[in-house]
């Protein structure tokens, strides 16, 4: 099994401020999704990024999918508390069978007022 | 809107109990997933089931076994619960060609 490293895996900031969390592999990805978890909830998709060099914006979270595709990175621009949460990432590797679903361990984010 | 529901957001059963966790799916994916949720590990998948009657392990099926019947119900037993079973389990569901993954809300089991 390929090691899916995910940093940090901890992240405590104030608000106002920026930051960046990252998916890391020796291995190549075909795709890969970002999702987030509120405490109590289940995780939700924030996005997929499929094509190398690949960037995807939705509001004030920026995705970037890595020219090799063997990571990934979320970088949040005036962080607010709503958006605490845990960050998890979810590649997709060549050949394994197509439903399967694996993720990182996550970053856990906290965004002080 | 997909809607995944677990049976139990909190459950308690003793060492060597036979336990059902039920998920159930109303929108007719083809894929169902069991993970389970510890602090500082993400999620570990459990076993996934592509179809009725088909079914894949993941990275930690060891102690689990899954039935799925039906296409919207897929359930995880855990033929005799161990103190180290205690965690969250999250059941998820997709379409065959997985563009998203839709979640439950969870099951908090405690084995005493």
């Known amino acids: 099994t390929q090691l899916l490293e995910q940093s940090p895996q901890f992240l405590s900031i104030q608000e106002g401020e920026n930051l960046t969390v990252y998916c890391n592999s020796s291995?190549?990805?075909?795709?890969l999704q970002w999702y987030r978890q509120e405490p109590g909830e289940g995780p939700v998709l924030l996005v997929t990024v499929v094509t190398g060099g690949e960037v995807k914006k939705l509001k004030r979270l920026t995705f970037q999918f890595g020219d090799a595709r063997k990571d990934s990175s979320l970088h949040i621009t005036a962080a607010q508390p709503g958006d605490t949460g845990l960050y998890l990432c979810?590649?997709?590797?060549?050949?394994?069978?197509?439903?399967?679903?694996?993720f990182g361990q996550g970053t856990i984010l906290t965004v002080h007022p | 809107d997909v809607k995944v529901t677990q049976s139990s957001r909190y459950l308690v059963k003793r060492t060597g109990e036979k336990v059902f966790l039920e998920c159930v799916q109303d929108m007719d994916h083809e894929n169902m997933f069991w993970y389970r949720q510890d602090p500082g590990l993400g999620l570990r998948l459990i076993y996934f089931?592509?179809?009725?009657?088909?079914?894949e392990k993941g990275d930690i099926p060891e102690g689990y076994s899954v039935s799925r019947e039906k296409k919207e119900r897929f359930s995880l037993i855990l033929e005799s619960a161990s103190t180290n079973q205690t965690s969250m389990y999250l059941c998820?569901?997709?379409?065959?060609?997985?563009?998203?993954?839709?979640f439950g809300q969870g099951t908090r089991l405690t084995v005493v």
């Open positions: 998820a569901s997709s379409l065959a060609r997985v563009t998203e993954a839709f």
């Open positions: 089931s592509y179809d009725v009657k088909m079914k």
């Open positions: 979810a590649p997709r590797r060549p050949g394994t069978s197509y439903g399967k679903l694996t």
């Open positions: 291995s190549v990805f075909s795709s």
